[in-house]
């Protein structure tokens, strides 16, 4: 059978993409992924027990973009959800991002948030060019908070001090000086009320899309008929790793059940310092299931194994770029993605690049017209 589009992965990128053509533009499209299930990293499912859980790590939709959030609304109703994150330090439990709590609580202070202003001013380090992840955080916070809440948990993450590491990775975190304790502050904080799989079902169901799972395009490419590719796997792989292999940072995912209600006070503990996991994450929090028994997962980093990030440093930005140069010669092939495009990416970013993409194959002017 002859396909208008080939899309290979089932995630945000190619799925999006899978929708806008097969619904707006009324292509033919074969959706390929070679795990089993669609979603990609954001994959949920209910385990054994019941309970729905995040099978790449938890998952928590936050965006400032209109477009993105009216997108997805066609396809999920929505549950309103503040994450909070609590870190692991000095025997105790205190908020990160660092805010006027984490200060007074960890050295027993009472500033004022005008205290704080002035505290940060003299602990932070003069730097004169910020670059790296180390110069984000010293320069705001000062070397003792640095090391204790960012030092150990970007060289475990990461496998790489955070001197080496773009500044892009720990700005990711603010530094402030109220008291407000929410990871993110963009204008639209919701999980799918049903999950994320479900979203991705009602996505799908079009009778213009084929989904053919369990399948590696390496091993179907001869086999297939179609005109244009989208392609949201590694790009490096796509191109036999002519140039080298760029790196990615991989997790091996820890998942347990425990036969208790609670198991930790918010949705995610960070362990900065202790233990070989990054973090631990309690998914009744962020689902507001209700269940007696409660599912976990701990996340340790590892270098082997499905990528899940790219490392932002400039070596690997300048491979990257070598690789982009191919990608921009290749006719009727389009990469897309947090892989495709080798970029440290949330969800809600993917969407919004995948809706672009949709937005220049049909010649549209804005993205409000292609949502
Ligand atoms: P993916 O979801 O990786 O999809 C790519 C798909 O391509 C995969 O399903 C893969 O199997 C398939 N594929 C690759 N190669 C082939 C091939 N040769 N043949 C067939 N199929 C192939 N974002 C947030 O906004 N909030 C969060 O809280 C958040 N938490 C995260 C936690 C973790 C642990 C991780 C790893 C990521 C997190 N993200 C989060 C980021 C989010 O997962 C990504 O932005 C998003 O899922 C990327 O979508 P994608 O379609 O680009 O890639
Ligand atoms: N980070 C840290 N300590 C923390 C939380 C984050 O050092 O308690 C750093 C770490 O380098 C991490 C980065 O900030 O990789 C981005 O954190 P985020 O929670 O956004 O990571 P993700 O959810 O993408 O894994």
Redesign the pocket.
């Known amino acids: 059978m002859h396909f208008d589009f080939a899309i290979v992965g089932a995630g945000y990128a190619g799925s999006v993409l899978a929708e806008r053509l097969a619904s707006q533009s009324g292509k033919k499209v074969l959706l390929i992924d070679k795990r089993p299930h669609i979603g990609g990293n954001a994959y949920d499912y209910y385990n054994e027990d019941g309970i729905l859980i995040h099978l790449y790590?938890?998952h928590i939709f936050h965006t400032n973009s209109p477009d993105v959030f009216a997108y997805l609304s066609q396809f999920t109703e929505w549950r309103p959800y503040e994450h909070r994150?609590l870190?692991s330090v000095d025997g105790k439990l205190l908020p990160?991002?660092i805010n006027l709590d984490t200060v007074n609580k960890l050295y027993g202070y009472n500033f004022t948030s005008e205290e704080l202003e002035e505290y940060f001013k003299t602990v932070g380090e003069q730097v004169d060019k910020i670059r790296t992840?180390e110069d984000v955080?010293v320069s705001q916070v000062g070397r003792d908070l640095y090391e204790k809440?960012?030092?150990?948990?970007?060289r475990k993450?990461?496998g790489l001090d955070?001197s080496e590491?773009d500044k892009m990775?720990?700005s990711?975190?603010p530094t402030r000086t109220n008291r407000d304790d929410r990871?993110f502050t963009d204008q639209y904080q919701y999980m799918p009320l049903h999950g994320y799989t479900k979203m991705f079902e009602k996505m799908l169901d079009n009778p213009n899309i084929q989904l053919m799972l369990s399948t590696d395009f390496r091993e179907v490419k001869e086999t297939l008929s179609y005109d244009q590719l989208i392609y949201t796997g590694p790009v490096d792989e796509y191109f036999d790793h002519c140039f080298g292999k760029l790196p990615y940072r991989s997790l091996r995912f820890e998942h347990k059940t425990v036969d208790t209600e609670q198991y930790q006070p918010v949705a995610v503990v960070?362990y900065?310092n202790d233990n070989a996991y990054?973090?631990i994450t309690e998914y009744k929090y962020l689902t507001g299931q209700e269940h007696p028994k409660t599912s976990i997962t701990f996340?340790y980093p590892q270098a082997e194994g499905d990528p899940y990030?790219p490392i932002p440093k400039p070596e690997n930005a300048e491979l990257y770029q070598r690789y982009k140069q191919l990608a921009d010669q290749q006719p009727n092939v389009h990469f897309v993605g947090r892989l495709g495009t080798y970029r440290?990416y949330?969800m809600d970013q993917v969407v919004a690049q995948a809706l672009t993409l949709y937005k220049k194959l049909i010649g549209a002017e804005s993205l409000e017209d292609v949502v």
């Open positions: 790590g938890p994150v870190a990160i991002p992840s955080v809440f960012f030092r150990g948990y970007t993450q990461w955070p590491l990775v720990t990711r975190i990871y960070n900065p990054t973090r996340e990030y440290y949330n």
